[in-house]
Structure formats: structure tokens, C-alpha cells
């Protein structure tokens, strides 16, 4: 049997220059979609078993455990990421688990591509292309926005402070990957409030 | 042009005398400092002609200060940088400036279209719409090329604009926008509170006019009071000032834009990259407004002559730039502030006299002025002004208030005048979020009233004029906008400064300064200086019934263009409330609208130009297709390979071969963007009988369906194959354009109608690579390639569907055909799509595979008949109408669409359907959307009884097809119909069956 060829989204893209934070696509992550009814408790026990921690009910929030992490898309709807490698094995053990209880779990690794950006003012990158209050309160780490970016849909994840994950549908990752290109340049950098050096 | 010095020996508080620097204005290289303005630089070179005037080509210089100038209009850059209708007062100087004036022919000094003015007795008000109305056709092609010629502002730039632009969104708790006294006092105190506060100020410092104003604070002049402020603002952690930064346009609930001109002034930051300028879209809870005020011109003779300006500018001018606006002037005013100007002239050395429209008022500065010697001239006016291209003398009249015209006159020699008719709030942003306004006597203007936002306006802009009042005044609004915003805000404590400012007298309004006559030849009394709109225009209005001020806006332009009538506002109003004997109240006020200044098409666009334009769908084999020499089709967002054009060929022998190689040999097509739906669930099948026309409950798990779905309205929207994966789970494909649309069309009607199903729709679009494998020898394919599951036709027949795996990649094979070959549908987790794909090709290489594009399926399918969704239906289309009606149950109880297939014009006889067309000849291809026609005319009007939906040449048929919505088509079977196209050409083509080829269907089940 050949070797099978695997290429990410973004693969043919070289790393970036000149940027005022750091950009790089993600590729070992996997990805899997769970949708069930979160008042079900037969279902969120089914789900705790299989991936060992409780699916977040909290809007915009996440849960972490191990190396498996569930992000609240929806009421009824958790984006489920894991490494790579396990996700279909994942996807299939919450199939297998939740039976006849009403749910669909789909592994949909190479749905999204995943960028993560890093570095003071990665924020205020993100500014230039969405609408949403990132300096405020609601995006400490943990939290998750599905988000109009640029002129597309995306789903933002707070990782750190500084470092975010920006998961684009596949067909608009080399978009998505341009827009930060032209919004990120180090020349148009910009640090919104906070002491400035006055006219010049 | 003259030779006196117009540079002070010293002085001017904005410009670096030791920073030399050279502009040009119209190739004319002039020295300047830098900090200066083109207006400054300008006028510090003894010139004051910035321009012509929009309709009468009149020479026109400055008249403002900054963002309220409405003459001096200039282009500024070269080639693709050039930026026109730029107000000279707000240009910063920079070393190789290129400045040019606006609206002249052939040069400025001697303009051909100053005839205009020459015969300005016939170009009254309504001129254009009085003159240019018939006929119609010549509007297009004669009047206005002319008009746009003869009137109009700068030139557009040529070529593409080098530069970088953004946008960028941002919230904040208060925004305070103007920086000047009262922006900054507000802002400090909202700043207090540690909430996020931002400051936007349309100049390159911070102050406003607080260094015009007149007393101390604290013991401190006005502006160097402001000036410490905004220093404390500069260093505020919680604070963001923008400077060049103009609010343009202020909306309902705050929403406002910014336009920042980031890089305009220092060529080296647009060298390193910087954006040129920056949109800004800000979101705020509270809004201060303190946009100050706007002083207002007074309507005499010729007062728009070059050296008339108004009297803050004439101040500026000496103040911050240190040029004289003349060596002789007149202040002309009707309030007190003007006498500071007075004052500050003469202090430097400029001869000045005052003339004042009031009998007597009584203050501080009025006796300041008469004690230094200053001649005042109480109740009167300027009532004539002498010379072209600037002020050679003016003519002074007694005057009492309500006067009409004048008898005597007096001569007074004098190089320039600065002007004051007091001052206007400046109100647009708060009439741009729905501010209401009320007209107050004591500052003869409008002023902010009630409104139904989070939003104040303090200081000027309020019509809070005083120091003092205005400084307790934009505390507090700090203080209440910070408290509104958070309501743990902490309150800052108003400490009240020692404020010392003159006292000042009332104004009294002056409308219009009478002349000896009222409107003698060639003494034109300006309104509206942009738009070159007189007083007797405004009349003349009045006269003829535009009696609604909107509509004598309208009907003479005052006000509109792109000063928005900042200064020309309210003396027109005070024009037509003495011509109509009404209040201005009453006359009432024009709409302000966005923006307040204009703003850069650049800014606009941001950074979504060229690629970025619009958001283009990759497919995980896109660079396979670049490579490969593949053309491209928009198909939605997506670009899809619509031909492999290879060396020695033409687009049309690619398709052709294309083709070819599907119907002898094998083709491979990527059908990645085919939409995919997964639907999971105990009530699955039953949404989807509701979903379709036809029935899905009935499928059995690894069959596939073909199905049709409908609107309510009964009309076709989608198509696809539905696969059922399990008993309650099923795949659904769906067309390329329509994944998403029908995506969330389930998701509409599971969550809003049919609540009680427990079905779950998860799109999965995106997670396949899918490709078709199609001819002949495609089983041949997949045998070579190796497949983990039986192949053989008995155990996949056609409408059938494995999972396992193929040359090792996990797949997905759905064995349907869209081309009525033997076919395979192949898909694979995206990331494994290149690998796949390459594998295919590589096994099919010795069966002689080709990839094939989007034509070459578009003429397959058109060859067996199939339908195209937003081909052969146009969204009025019905599954009948197409000849599919075996495919609506007729045992189900219901599904979308239903009842309205029972609708009587949906049952009408003679309802467009779909047929076949040959045409006579059979090399002649029908254009797409030809119409045919009843009979036969010489020209149209012709009747129309249906159209071709899709036309092509048929490298299998070796002849022209097409497919057609004809009315009553199917029992017109054999007949031939006329097409009339483009240069007097006429098609026949006969009603054959839309199916050309394979009509039993032997290849797709071989």
C-alpha cells in the first residue's frame, strides 16, 4: 500500500514576513463535530465518557481535559478538538457510546483551517476585520466566538491572553490567510489605547 | 500678485522657522515652513487666488480655518497619488509638495469660464434645470458633458492608487469627538472614571481654537491650558486620541466613523507603508460632542472676492502662521469676538479698522479696541467691495437693522476684510444620529435640542460660547457620560478654575448687508460660496414657489455639495426669512447627512481591493488546476476548473476532447464544492419527505435518490442526491451555489415550524474532497487503483453507495452519474484530496484519463437532458414545468411546495416547459437566452413564446443541442421555431425531447 499523501490547507503558503505578530497554520489538529441536546443527561453522560469532561453550557465558553478540549458553537452543538490522529478514532467512540440516544458526531477534520496568531496587538489585528469588542471583557482565554471576519464566517478561540486560533472553512483559508497578510503588516501596526507619544 | 512681505518677522505658534521647506501650487515653487498649510504657504508668497467658483468662474481665496473652507480647494500629488477638492486649510506642508487649483481654463489667473460670470444675468437659480430640459435624449449626450466640463471640482487621480488603506472596528465607553476647549475638558473628566475613553480630533494638534480664545485659566492662557490637557490625555493609559481624524458620519445607536488620514502629511510614513488613511468603526456607549462652532460669513456686495476671509482665519493666520492676510484690513462684524482679530492685527503691525453693524454694544473688548486706537465704525456695513482678484477698497455705509438699500457711501482704501457674522454650532453629528435643534435668539442660530441617544454636545457646539461656562459645562458630560456608561464609574470632583475672560456684548444677526442698489450688476451677494448661490438666487426661489427650503436647496444647490453648507447654512435661511417675513424657525432647516467632511474612496475599500475584493472558495485540488493549465468559473464564491487548456488548443477543442475522453474512455471531474449535508436523526426520513418532492422514508441504507425541492411557492430551488447512510442517518448533496442557502433552509424549518422532529443537520461541505470518475472504463479506474469492496456492477449498481477504501485513501463512492456514462462519485477527507486525486490519474493513466471541467459537464448532462438548477429554471419554475413531474408524490401527505403546485396559474395550459431544440443548421449554436418569437418582425417588439436555458455544441452528436422553456412545449413536439439574434440573424431550430443521447439509459447502468 502507497504512502498516503496528506496536505493542509495552507500548505503551499511560505511563513510570513514582516507581520507585526506571529501567523502560522495549525495542522495537527482534529476536529469533531457534536450535536445533541444539552438537557439530555443521558446524552452529556454518554458525551463525559468518551471525552471526560462535561460539554460546556455556557455560551462562548470552552472545556479542557487531557488533550481533548469541547467549544460551545451552539446550544446544541460543541465543536470537539483533540489531536489529529484520534479524531476519527473519537468521533466513532461517541457514535458508538450515544447509540440511540438523538445526537450525530462527525469528524470534521478538514472542515476548517486553523490559524493561530500570537503576539501583543493580536488583537487589534483582529479588529480590522471584525466588529466584535475584543478588548473587552468576554474574550479572556477560554472563550469561543463564531464571528463574521473579513467578509467571511469564522470561529475565534482565545487561547492566551496574546495567542488566538481563527478556524476558517477550508475553501477560504488561502482568503482569510491573505486578509491577514494586508491587515497585519508590521507597517500598519497600531496599539489601541495606552499611553501615546502625542501629535507628530 | 504683489511683493509685500506677507511673512511676519516672527510669530506663528504651528510652524518651525528653522525647518525650511519648498512647495509647488500650479508649478510655482514657493518657500514655506515646515507646519505651514497650503493656505498659509500660499498666502505667505503674496498670493490669495486658490481657485475658480463653480459656476461663475469667479476667483475665489481663502475664506476659513480649517475643514469649514468651501473656495480654496486644491489637488494635491501627482499621477496616481493625486487627491483633489482638498481644502488648502487643512493640507500640511512637506518638502516637494505638488499643489494645484481647481475649476480653471486654461490657468488661473485668466479663466475662459469666467465668461460665465460676464453673463451671470442668465444663469439665475434653476438655471440648469431651466435651460437643459429638452429633449430628453441630449441630457446624456450633450448637456451634461458640458456641465461637467463648464462647473465641477478636481480631476480624479490616473492609474491605480499605489497607496494602503484599512479599516478597523473598535468600541469604546465614551467618545468624545473634537479636541478643542471643551472636547478636552470632557475627556479628562470621562477620563477620570478609568473607562475607555476616546478623543478624535480633525487637526494635527489638539486645542481647537483655545489658542485664539481670549482670557486665562487658572492663571494660564486658554491655550496653554489646553495644551497641558491634552498632554495628561496623551499619557492616559485608558485613553486613545486620534488626530486627522475626522468624525464623518454619526448614526443610531453610536455608531460612528472616523476618518484618520494617517500618512497624508509625511511622505516618508506612506514610503515605509504606512495606510494612507484608516476608516475607523467605532461603537460607543456615550458620545460627547464637542465639535465647536463655525463662524459665519456676512452676505454683502462681492464678498467672496480673494482677501475676504473669516475673521478666526484672519487670526489663525497671524497667530499660528505668522502671515498677514494683507498689510490693510476692515473687521467687519455684527458680534465682539471679531475684535480680538482687531486686536491681534493691529499688535503685529497691520493696519485695521472695524466696522460694526450694531448701533452700540458695550464690552470689554470693544473698549479695549477704541483705547488702542483702533477706529470703530458703529452701525454700519461694508456695503460694496472693490477689485477682481483680490480687495483693492471697500464701500462703507451707514446702516440700522432691517434697512434695504443704501444712499451714501464712503471709500476706504484697504488690501483685505475679515469677516464675523457670528458663529453656528456645528450640528451635524448631532442631526446625523437624530438630534432635534432650536433656533435661540441670543446666538441668532440653532442649537442642540432634544434627541433620543446617548449623546450630549458641549461647549461651542452647544452654543455655550464663555470659557468659564463651557469648562463646568464638558465636565459635567464627562462626568455623566462616564456614570451612564459604567455605572460604578467614579465621579470626579469639579474644581472650579479661575477663569478670567472678557465680557462681551450681544450680537445682533445681519442677514444681508444692503447695497446702494439691491442686486446691481455685478455686485453678487454670496450665499453659498461652493456653490455660487446669491442672495437674489435664494429670492428669486421664493418667487417662483420653492417655497419648502428643501426644495430652494434643491432648485439653487445652496448648501449642498462638499462643505454641506457649513458656513452657508443659516445666512441663507436668515436670506429667505427676511424675503418670506417669516422666522427662520419657520423657514426651517435643510437635512444634515454624512458625511460631515468628504473622505477618501480608498478609505472605503480598505483593504478589500484586488484580491481580496471578494472572497474566492478554493478546492483542496485548486493549484492542481493552476497548474494544470485550467481556465476558471465563477461558480458562487467558488472558482471551478471550467477547461484544461492544453498546448495547440483552443478553449473550444479542450471542451471538445474533454468530452470525448468521458463518453469513450474515462474523465475525471473535481465536484468538490458539491454541497453536503449530514442528517441524523429518528425523524430523518420523514423531514425529508417533507423537504422533497419526492419520497425518501422508502430508501433503503446505501442507495442513493435523486431529488427535487421546492419553495412554498411551488417553485424549484434545489436538486442533488440524497445517499442513505443508516436508517436514521442520511447524506445530502446539494448544488455547489445552494449548500449554504440550504443548509440553513433546514435549519429554518426545524427550528421555526417543525419543532417536534429530532433530527440534527450538520453541514459537512467542506470536510470532502469529492471527485467523478466517468466513462467507460471507470470501473476500470477503480480496480486499478484497489479497492476494499466489491466493484462488480451486481454488488454496485448504478444509485448505489460504499464506504471503505480506495488505493488506501478512506472513501465515500456513490455510483451516480451526472453525465449518463458509468460513473463514480469518489470522496475523501479534504487533506487527502491532492493525494487521491494524483492517485486516480496515475491509475488511470493507461486508460487514457483526462480531467475534464465544468463545460465539459455542462455539455454531458446537456447531451442526457439533465437540468441545471438557475439553467432551466429561473426561480418561477416548477418540477412540471421541467417535465419531472414523476418526481412529486403523489402519496404524501405534504412537503414544501405542495399546495401551491395546485394553484390554478400553475396548472395553466400554457405554462412554459421544457423541450430539446435542433436547430436547421446544425453547426449554428443558439446563443443562451435566445427568445423565440411568434412571428417574425422587422424589428421588435416581437411576442415572445419562450427562451433557450442552455445551448452548446455537442462533440458527441457532432451537431448544436439546446434546452428551452417554450410555451405548451411538450405538445409542440416536431415544430420549428424562430429565433431572431443579434445582426439581423434568425435561427430555426425544431421541439425535439430533451434527452439527445442515450435515452434508455444503457451507458450509466453498463
Redesign the interface.
Same mark, same amino acid.
Given at each position: $500500500?502507497?504512502d498516503?499523501?496528506?496536505?493542509?490547507?495552507l500548505a503551499?503558503r511560505n511563513s510570513p514576513e514582516r507581520l507585526s505578530i506571529y501567523l502560522r497554520e495549525i495542522k495537527d489538529r482534529g476536529m469533531v *463535530?457534536l450535536?445533541?441536546i444539552a438537557s439530555d443527561k443521558k446524552f452529556m453522560a454518554a458525551a463525559k465518557k468518551v471525552l471526560g469532561l462535561d460539554l460546556p453550557k455556557t455560551p462562548h465558553s470552552s472545556v479542557s481535559w487531557g488533550d481533548v478540549k469541547a467549544l460551545w458553537l451552539s446550544i *446544541?452543538?460543541w465543536l470537539i478538538l483533540c489531536p489529529r490522529a484520534k479524531a476519527a478514532e473519537l468521533a466513532a467512540a461517541l457514535t458508538a457510546e450515544l447509540g440511540v440516544i438523538?445526537?450525530?458526531a462527525? *469528524?470534521?477534520?478538514? $472542515?476548517?483551517a486553523v490559524l493561530r496568531l500570537e503576539g501583543e496587538g493580536v488583537r487589534?489585528v483582529l479588529?480590522?476585520g471584525?466588529?466584535?469588542?475584543l478588548?473587552?471583557g468576554d474574550y479572556k482565554p477560554g472563550a469561543v466566538r463564531r464571528m463574521h471576519y473579513?467578509?467571511?464566517a469564522a470561529l475565534l478561540h482565545v487561547v492566551e491572553d496574546t495567542v488566538f486560533d481563527l478556524y476558517v472553512?477550508?475553501?477560504?483559508? *488561502?482568503?482569510a490567510w491573505?486578509?491577514l497578510l494586508?491587515?497585519a503588516?508590521e507597517?500598519?501596526k497600531?496599539k489601541?489605547?495606552?499611553?501615546?507619544?502625542?501629535?507628530f | 500678485m504683489s511683493n509685500k512681505p506677507y511673512r511676519l518677522l516672527e510669530g506663528g505658534s504651528r510652524i518651525d522657522r528653522s525647518k525650511r521647506v519648498t512647495i509647488s501650487f500650479d508649478g510655482r515653487q514657493l518657500p514655506a515652513f515646515a507646519g505651514d498649510t497650503v493656505a498659509s504657504a500660499v498666502m505667505a508668497n503674496g498670493s490669495k487666488l486658490f481657485g475658480r467658483s463653480f459656476k461663475y468662474h469667479r476667483p475665489r481665496g481663502v475664506v476659513g480655518l480649517g475643514s469649514e473652507e468651501m473656495n480654496a480647494l486644491v489637488g494635491v500629488g501627482d499621477g496616481a497619488r493625486h487627491e483633489p477638492n482638498l481644502r488648502a486649510t487643512q493640507v500640511e506642508v512637506f518638502d516637494g509638495l505638488h499643489a494645484v487649483s481647481q475649476n480653471r481654463w486654461p490657468s488661473l489667473t485668466f479663466d475662459v469660464g469666467a465668461l460665465n460670470s460676464r453673463f451671470s444675468r442668465f444663469l439665475p437659480g434653476g438655471f440648469y434645470y431651466k435651460t437643459f430640459m429638452w429633449p430628453q435624449s441630449f441630457w446624456k449626450h450633450v448637456y451634461e458633458p458640458l456641465i461637467r466640463k463648464a462647473a465641477g471640482l478636481g480631476r480624479a487621480p490616473e492609474g491605480r492608487d499605489p497607496d494602503t488603506y484599512e479599516h478597523i472596528h473598535v468600541h469604546c465607553d465614551v467618545l468624545v469627538v473634537g479636541g478643542g476647549l471643551a472636547g478636552l475638558t470632557a475627556a479628562k473628566a470621562a477620563c477620570a472614571s478609568g473607562l475607555k475613553v476616546m478623543l478624535a480630533d480633525e487637526n494635527p494638534e489638539l486645542g481647537g481654537i483655545a489658542d485664539l480664545t481670549a482670557g486665562s485659566i487658572d492663571g494660564a492662557c486658554v491655550g496653554d491650558h489646553a495644551k497641558a490637557v491634552a498632554g495628561q490625555l496623551y499619557a492616559a493609559e485608558n485613553v486613545h486620541v486620534l488626530n486627522r481624524a475626522t468624525v464623518v458620519g454619526h448614526w443610531h445607536h453610536n455608531y460612528l466613523m472616523i476618518f484618520e488620514r494617517v500618512a497624508d502629511h509625511d511622505p516618508a510614513l506612506l514610503a515605509a507603508g504606512t495606510p494612507r488613511h484608516r476608516l475607523w468603526k467605532v461603537r460607543a456607549k456615550q458620545v460627547i460632542l464637542a465639535t465647536g462652532a463655525i463662524e459665519r460669513p456676512i452676505t454683502f456686495a462681492n464678498n467672496d472676492r480673494p482677501g475676504i476671509m473669516l475673521a478666526t482665519a484672519a487670526s489663525a493666520m497671524v497667530e499660528r502662521y505668522g502671515v498677514s492676510p494683507g498689510v490693510n484690513g476692515i473687521v467687519f462684524t455684527n458680534n465682539d469676538n471679531a475684535y480680538l482679530t482687531a486686536l491681534g492685527l493691529k499688535k503685529v503691525g497691520i493696519g485695521v479698522r472695524i466696522v460694526d453693524s450694531r448701533a452700540r454694544a458695550e464690552g470689554s473688548l470693544i473698549a479695549r479696541a477704541i483705547s488702542e486706537g483702533i477706529e470703530v465704525s458703529m452701525g454700519s456695513v461694508v456695503s460694496a467691495v472693490e477689485g477682481s482678484q483680490g480687495v483693492t477698497a471697500a464701500r462703507i455705509a451707514a446702516y440700522r437693522r432691517g434697512q434695504g438699500r443704501v444712499i451714501t457711501e464712503r471709500k476706504i482704501d484697504c488690501d483685505f476684510i475679515a469677516m464675523s457674522g457670528g458663529f453656528n454650532p456645528a450640528l451635524h453629528l448631532w442631526c446625523h444620529n437624530a438630534g432635534k435643534i432650536k433656533f435661540d435668539e441670543n446666538l441668532q442660530s440653532f442649537r442642540p435640542d432634544r434627541h433620543h441617544d446617548a449623546m450630549q454636545a458641549v461647549g461651542a457646539a452647544n452654543g455655550t460660547m464663555d470659557v468659564a461656562a463651557t469648562l463646568a459645562e464638558a465636565h459635567a458630560a464627562g462626568v455623566a457620560a462616564a456614570k451612564a456608561a459604567n455605572g460604578k464609574a467614579k465621579a470626579v470632583k469639579y474644581k472650579v478654575p479661575e477663569v478670567k475672560e472678557p465680557t462681551r456684548a450681544p450680537l445682533e444677526s445681519l442677514w444681508f448687508a444692503p447695497a446702494t442698489g439691491k442686486y446691481n450688476e455685478g455686485n453678487k451677494h454670496f450665499v453659498d460660496f461652493q456653490n455660487d448661490v446669491t442672495a437674489a438666487d435664494l429670492e428669486l426661489a421664493q418667487r417662483e414657489g420653492y417655497e419648502s427650503v428643501e426644495h430652494t436647496k434643491r432648485y439653487t444647490t445652496f448648501g449642498m455639495a462638499t462643505d454641506q453648507g457649513k458656513t452657508s447654512n443659516l445666512n441663507g435661511l436668515g436670506v429667505l426669512a427676511e424675503a418670506t417675513g417669516k422666522s427662520i424657525p419657520e423657514i426651517g432647516v435643510t437635512t444634515f447627512r454624512p458625511p460631515y467632511t468628504p473622505f477618501s474612496f480608498g478609505s472605503i475599500a480598505g483593504v478589500l481591493t484586488k484580491n481580496l475584493f471578494l472572497p474566492i472558495r478554493r478546492t483542496p485540488i485548486h493549484q492542481w488546476h493552476l497548474d494544470s493549465g485550467a481556465t476558471f468559473e465563477p461558480i458562487g464564491q467558488w472558482r471551478r476548473a471550467y477547461t484544461y487548456t492544453g498546448a495547440g488548443e483552443t478553449k473550444h477543442t479542450s471542451i471538445n476532447r474533454e468530452i470525448l475522453s468521458v463518453r469513450q474512455k474515462v474523465g475525471l471531474l473535481d465536484a468538490s464544492t458539491l454541497g453536503k449535508i449530514e442528517i441524523k436523526g429518528p425523524d430523518a426520513a420523514e423531514f425529508l419527505d417533507r423537504m422533497y418532492t419526492n419520497t425518501f422514508s422508502t430508501l433503503k441504507a446505501g442507495k442513493c435518490r435523486y431529488g427535487l425541492m421546492m419553495n412554498e411557492l411551488g417553485f424549484l430551488t434545489d436538486d442533488g442526491v440524497t445517499v442513505r447512510l443508516a436508517e436514521d442517518h442520511f447524506l445530502m448533496h446539494t448544488t455547489s451555489g445552494g449548500a449554504d442557502r440550504i443548509a440553513a433552509w433546514l435549519e429554518e424549518w426545524l427550528q421555526t415550524e417543525w419543532t417536534q422532529y429530532r433530527v440534527f443537520v450538520t453541514p459537512v461541505t467542506e470536510q470532502w474532497a469529492q471527485f467523478a470518475i466517468a466513462g467507460p472504463r471507470a470501473r476500470n479506474v477503480l480496480a486499478k487503483l484497489g479497492a476494499d469492496f466489491d466493484i462488480s456492477h451486481e454488488a454496485f449498481p448504478h444509485m448505489s453507495f460504499k464506504e471503505g477504501k480506495l488505493g488506501g485513501y478512506p472513501v465515500r463512492v456513490f455510483r451516480i452519474s451526472f453525465s449518463g456514462e458509468q460513473s463514480y462519485e469518489v470522496a475523501t477527507p479534504a487533506n487527502m484530496g491532492r493525494g487521491l486525486w494524483n492517485a486516480i490519474l496515475e491509475a488511470g493513466q493507461e486508460l487514457g484519463i483526462e480531467p475534464y471541467g465544468t463545460e465539459a459537464l455542462h455539455v454531458l448532462r446537456a447531451e442526457k437532458g439533465f437540468i441545471v438548477i438557475g439553467d432551466e429554471t429561473d426561480g418561477t419554475t416548477t418540477p412540471i414545468d421541467v417535465g419531472l413531474e414523476g418526481l412529486i408524490s403523489k402519496k404524501k401527505a405534504d412537503f414544501i411546495g405542495k399546495r401551491s403546485l395546485e394553484q390554478s396559474f400553475l396548472k395553466a395550459p400554457n405554462r412554459k416547459q421544457l423541450v430539446g431544440l435542433l436547430t436547421e443548421v446544425p453547426t449554428d449554436v443558439l446563443p443562451d437566452g435566445a427568445y423565440a418569437v411568434r412571428a417574425l418582425k422587422d424589428k421588435p417588439p416581437m411576442e415572445m413564446t419562450g427562451q433557450v436555458t442552455s445551448s452548446y455544441h455537442s462533440p458527441t452528436l457532432e451537431r448544436s443541442i439546446a434546452m428551452a422553456l417554450i410555451e405548451n412545449g411538450r405538445a409542440r413536439m416536431g415544430e420549428t421555431l424562430t429565433f431572431p439574434i443579434d445582426g439581423n440573424k434568425v435561427i430555426r431550430a425544431k421541439i425535439v425531447d430533451p434527452v439527445f443521447y442515450d435515452k434508455e439509459g444503457a451507458r450509466q447502468n453498463a
Open positions: $500500500m502507497p498516503l499523501y496528506v496536505e493542509s490547507p503551499h *463535530d450535536r445533541g *446544541d452543538q438523538h445526537s450525530l462527525v *469528524d470534521v477534520s478538514d $472542515m476548517r487589534e479588529l480590522k471584525s466588529s466584535l469588542d478588548l473587552s473579513a467578509e467571511i472553512f477550508r475553501s477560504y483559508a *488561502d482568503y491573505e486578509f494586508a491587515t503588516r507597517a500598519s497600531i489601541l489605547f495606552g499611553k501615546q507619544a502625542g501629535p | -
